[in-house]
């Protein structure tokens, strides 16, 4: 059955349950991604998804939307010209599936809705801050207006529309930095694969 | 580890031996009791030859400076070994791979041991096993000419050959890298194969005069 359980495979899996131990009867493939597996690339986009789905994922406690989401993110990956912005809005959807939207609109001192230029992420917070009520105990990450339009234009659209779009690899890398802080704040851990994904992408 | 056996009739010494034989994988809390007891009823000189066993393994036992296989001296026998074919290194994760494949007696080559595949979601990078001693082994002997990546079927195993070949092939010219043929085990059923299994048996398939 070793075939069929290996990691990044869509299967349906028959699973007796048992009292103390289930037993894995019957395992079916329904998509092993077989395309994705021959590029190391993927491969490490892959691994990166896995292990965001596992951070925000709890035992025991099934949760159909990160399956769908990726099960979606997964199938978009060969065919998507741009695999940092799927990555982006990957992390992005997963965050508000989650219930981890970052405030994007508001911000979180003053309350106050923020106008059109930069901004302060505070990743501890969870949102952006108006410059002029930033502290000083927080640790902030600076955002342009391009950074902060891109993540409210991930956050708020289909794939098929955010496809379509261009955005600068400045801002994607503002996206990227942003992101990975915000993902460790809220699982309070690191993101292993990133290391390997940064290596071999 | 809990001490489930820490009972309070038991005579500490064999409770600690208890608790030493639950760190061994496999082995439970009524394994390990059957085992320590086993343990008192044996004489003193085979506990001692098997206490000097476990020892001896920590103590003796080294990693081999070409291949990174275990052995009790600077280089192994098999790297020692002036018979074998040097220009053939076959690649595997773990030293029982060499075993395995040893035992088939169908290589004649060399070897090298990573000590694991790549694995990211568990913080294990190319730098955390020993791709970098393969690199340099590759690139200090000229007369390598083929490398076979014998790491295991799955996901981080691809990986890990991907990762190789990626790095090798940049390293040196006219270096031939090959990958263990992928199929049907012996004694299995076409039936109960996986479809990506099958897909692999049809397009290695070779010609029936060819095959061993």
């Given at each position: 059955m070793g075939g069929h359980i290996d990691v990044m495979s869509k299967v349906n899996a028959y699973i007796s349950l048992g009292e103390n131990l289930s037993n894995l009867s019957q395992v079916e493939i329904i998509d092993n991604y077989s395309l994705l597996k021959k590029d190391l690339s993927v491969i490490s986009i892959g691994f990166y998804l896995l292990e965001l789905?596992?951070?925000?994922?709890?035992?025991?406690?099934?949760?159909?939307?990160?399956?769908?989401?990726?099960?979606?993110?997964?199938?978009?990956?060969?065919?998507?010209?741009?695999?940092?912005?799927?990555?982006?809005?990957f992390e992005i959807n997963l965050l508000i599936i989650s219930g981890f939207l970052p405030e994007l609109y508001t911000c979180l001192i003053s309350g106050e809705k923020l106008s059109e230029g930069d901004h302060l992420f505070s990743s501890i917070n969870g949102g952006l801050v108006d410059k002029k009520f930033a502290t000083s105990t927080d640790n902030y990450i600076l955002m342009d207006k391009n950074s902060i339009k891109s993540l409210r234009f991930l956050s708020n659209n289909s794939w098929s529309d955010v496809e379509k779009i261009k955005i600068p690899n400045n801002s994607l890398e503002k996206l990227r930095i942003v992101m990975r802080k915000y993902i460790q704040a809220i699982t309070n851990s690191q993101i292993n694969s990133e290391k390997f994904l940064s290596k071999v992408s | 580890m809990t001490p489930l056996n820490n009972l309070q009739f038991m005579p500490p010494a064999l409770n600690k031996l208890i608790e030493s034989f639950r760190l061994l994988?496999?082995?439970?809390?009524?394994?390990?009791?059957?085992?320590?007891?086993?343990t008192l009823k044996m004489s003193t000189d085979q506990v001692k030859e098997i206490s000097e066993s476990l020892l001896d393994i920590k103590t003796q036992l080294i990693f081999c400076e070409s291949c990174q296989n275990i052995s009790e001296n600077k280089n192994c026998n098999i790297c020692m070994d002036e018979n074998r074919d040097n220009s053939i290194i076959c690649v595997v994760e773990e030293f029982m791979d060499v075993y395995v494949l040893e035992k088939s007696g169908a290589f004649k080559g060399k070897f090298h041991v990573l000590h694991g595949s790549i694995s990211p979601a568990n913080g294990i990078g190319p730098d955390e096993i020993r791709i970098k001693e393969l690199i340099n082994r590759v690139n200090n002997i000229p007369s390598i000419k083929e490398i076979v990546i014998a790491t295991n079927l799955n996901l981080e195993g691809e990986a890990t050959a991907m990762y190789i070949n990626q790095v090798l092939s940049t390293k040196k010219d006219k270096l031939?890298?090959?990958?263990?043929?992928?199929?049907?085990?012996?004694?299995?059923?076409?039936?109960?194969?996986d479809?990506?299994?099958?897909?692999?048996?049809?397009?290695?398939?070779?010609n029936i005069n060819e095959s061993i």
């Open positions: 789905c596992e951070k925000f994922s709890v035992e025991n406690d099934p949760n159909n939307d990160i399956y769908e989401h990726l099960s979606l993110t997964l199938d978009l990956l060969l065919s998507s010209s741009n695999k940092n912005i799927l990555i982006r809005w | 994988p496999g082995i439970g809390p009524k394994t390990a009791r059957k085992l320590a007891f086993s031939k890298i090959t990958r263990l043929a992928r199929g049907l085990p012996s004694g299995s059923d076409i039936e109960y194969a479809e990506t299994t099958i897909l692999h048996a049809l397009g290695s398939r070779v």
